[in-house]
């Protein structure tokens, strides 16, 4: 390969294989459709492409190519140029021996002997084409194996990109060719604890006597938390109930309980870093939380706004229970689970 493909390795190869395979996708079902419909002599499928190749060709290879029959109509042999990387290139979905030949001997080369030619098969496979000698009367450079670019050549490129510019290609394909991939959704403790939660009467919840409120305010001022307060006290007299929940849930396994103050301590640890306000951490942790539930497979919807109350509990149980925030010196609430 020459260095004009030269591309970084990347990482991640989980999310790699989820973008990857969407892009394959939509790339074959695209040469599929220009191949069936240009048999019918619908082309218009074939004109839209010249656009899509050029963008997407930009976005894996760095290119700067623009259309050139844009700005000089319907030019034989050259579709897009590329002039500060001195690139001219076709697209075609002909992919014959005979169309390169027949594009190579074009006068228009004449003006661009010194330019880097580059033929794109947008609909056939062209592996046979890089092993053929082509005549090329005005010695552009033109490397067979190299420069005769199909869907396949294009998605062992893809593949080698770095996570963050694979993911920028399937953006681009998705705008252009499809609608977005739906991630595979698992299931989590933390859904299971709002099902149960949001199925609980929480009206007649009374101030726990096991709470020692008198901390909980302590606390609260400790981590500078004004803005919230209000919420805290609104919410902490759940607690009772939730920790029964947690017992019951407990029976299933030895860990349950455990893993859900594990992703409530896990998103107060990573958000920590984002925000210097603390009622806005706390804030922050409920969207991130309400989201992981939202996602989470076995998540049975109910109205956003009790969503957010059954988040909104768990976070100031977790807060009361010294999962979350920083306590201040001899802080106590109850026996910690």
């Known amino acids: 390969m020459s260095n004009l493909f030269k591309i970084e390795n990347g990482a991640s190869i989980m999310n790699r294989d989820i973008y990857f395979r969407y892009i394959a996708e939509k790339l074959n079902n695209l040469a599929y ?12 499928l074939n004109i839209h492409s010249e656009t899509f190749f050029k963008d997407f060709l930009n976005i894996i290879f760095g290119f700067k190519l623009e259309n050139l029959n844009a700005k000089i109509h319907n030019i034989k042999g050259i579709d897009l140029i590329d002039k500060k990387n001195k690139i001219i290139l076709q697209v075609s979905a002909t992919c014959t021996k005979e169309k390169i030949e027949n594009s190579l001997a074009k006068d228009i080369f004449k003006q661009y002997n010194d330019y880097h030619f580059i ?12 092993t053929k000698t082509f005549t090329n009367p005005y010695n552009i450079t033109f490397l067979p194996s190299d420069d005769i670019i199909d869907i396949v050549m294009s998605l062992k490129n893809i593949w080698d990109l770095k996570i963050e510019k694979l993911k920028k290609v399937y953006n681009f394909i998705k705008l ?15 859904a299971k604890i709002v099902n149960i939660l949001a199925n609980e009467n929480l009206s007649f919840d009374l101030q726990s006597p096991e709470i020692n409120a008198f901390n909980i305010d302590k ?58 306000n ?20 076995n998540y049975n919807e109910i109205p956003f706004e ?25 802080y106590s609430h109850v026996i910690t689970r």
């Open 33 to 44: 459709n220009i191949e069936v419909l240009g048999k019918l002599n619908l082309l218009d």
């Open 119 to 130: 033929f794109l098969a947008i609909s056939k496979d062209a592996h046979a084409l890089r």
């Open 176 to 190: 252009e060719l499809g609608t977005e991939v739906q991630e595979e959704r698992i299931d989590s403790n933390l």
């Open 219 to 276: 606390k609260i001022e400790y981590n500078s938390l004004s803005r919230v307060q209000e919420t805290i006290n609104e919410y902490k007299i759940h607690y009772d109930k939730l920790d029964k929940i947690y017992s019951e849930f407990d029976k299933e396994g030895v860990n349950k309980s455990i893993s859900v103050f594990h992703i409530i301590k896990n998103q107060y640890v990573k958000l920590s870093k984002e925000y210097d």
């Open 278 to 297: 603390t009622d806005d951490l706390f804030l922050a942790i409920v969207d991130a939380l309400v989201e992981i539930i939202k996602n989470s497979k």
């Open 306 to 330: 009790e969503l957010d109350m059954c988040t909104n509990i768990l976070v100031v149980d977790a807060f009361i229970r010294c999962k979350i925030f920083k306590n201040p010196e001899g």
